[in-house]
């Protein structure tokens, strides 16, 4: 059976509702680093040309096509009566509206270093000693937004929680030893933390996401 | 674990997302409560008993009674 409510047979599937959010936010991600990317590059060669209009127009169309995916996904949401659980969607939605702004702020503090684009969220470059402050600044606000999910989410989202941390445990077991091993036996580079952190969280989010929407 | 969830939630004429906020819970919650894929905590089940007036017994059935 699915999960879809009988009562409300025209609404989009859970799972493509999912896949057009997450399709929208890298969408929205390409697009900025687009921007980024070319803005640096052009600056290196001492000046904007009129193809930066061209490049931002064409990033901007991308934007708005990962926003309207997001926007056709939500629809029709709203938020819920009972106050937990709205303090619930409400924590969601700041979680990712602030996940977004952090993205795009650590995307732009790397311009005029090495790295930009998707890159900017993987790679060790530096980036502005400001936008790390300001970063660095939001992890109370972060950690005052996990502690309000943690109270406020019902037994089968904390469920579906814990069944993608215990995956993510172990896939954090396996992939630290098993890359650390295989660096040390010179058959893979020196192992990146960042990296294994976001295998780590795509783990933990396919987890959560098999067992909440199965 | 069996269960007449939804029997009696369509008795009642509500949707999925009706008896979730009577529930305080999520609508899949209630979901998965309903196909068996999530076996509802006792404060939780004793909610959804309350709500139908009914006993834990007579709602829910682990197959051993």
């Not at chain 1, 901007?60 to 709205?86: D, E, F, H, Q, V």
């Not at chain 1, 091993?181 to 795509?202: D, H, K, N, Q, T």
Request: charged fraction near 15%.
């Amino acid at each position: 059976m699915t999960e879809m409510d009988e009562t409300r047979p025209a609404e989009m599937s859970p799972v493509k509702r999912i896949l057009s959010i997450i399709g929208g936010g890298i969408l929205g991600v390409f697009a900025l680093g687009v921007a980024v990317g070319y803005t640096k590059a052009a600056l290196a060669h001492g000046v904007l040309g009129w193809k930066a209009v061209l490049v931002y127009l064409i990033a901007g169309i991308i934007l708005l096509a990962g926003l309207w995916l997001m926007r056709k996904a939500l629809a029709g949401n709203r938020l819920a009566s009972t106050p937990r659980m709205r303090e619930y969607q409400i924590v969601m939605i700041a979680m990712l509206l602030l996940g977004g702004v952090l993205g795009a702020l650590l995307q732009f503090g790397a311009i005029g270093k090495s790295e930009g684009g998707l890159s900017a969220l993987t790679s060790n470059a530096p980036v502005s000693p400001v936008i790390a402050a300001v970063l660095l600044a939001t992890f109370p606000l972060l950690g005052w937004l996990c502690y309000r999910w943690h109270r406020t989410a019902d037994e089968h989202e904390q469920a579906a929680y814990n069944f993608g941390g215990i995956l993510a445990l172990y896939a954090y077991f396996f992939i630290s030893t098993g890359w650390w091993m295989a660096w040390r036996g010179a058959l893979l580079p020196e192992p990146s933390g960042i990296a294994i952190f976001w295998l780590v969280m795509v783990v933990w989010t396919a987890g959560w996401g098999w067992r909440r929407y199965r | 674990m069996n269960n007449r969830l939804k029997v009696l939630r369509a008795m009642n004429n509500w949707s999925q997302a009706e008896l979730a906020e009577r529930l305080d819970v999520s609508r899949q919650a209630v979901n998965a409560v309903e196909t068996g894929k999530h076996d509802p905590s006792l404060p939780l089940a004793f909610r959804i008993a309350r709500l139908f007036q009914l006993s834990i017994e007579e709602i829910f059935d682990d197959g051993n009674g």
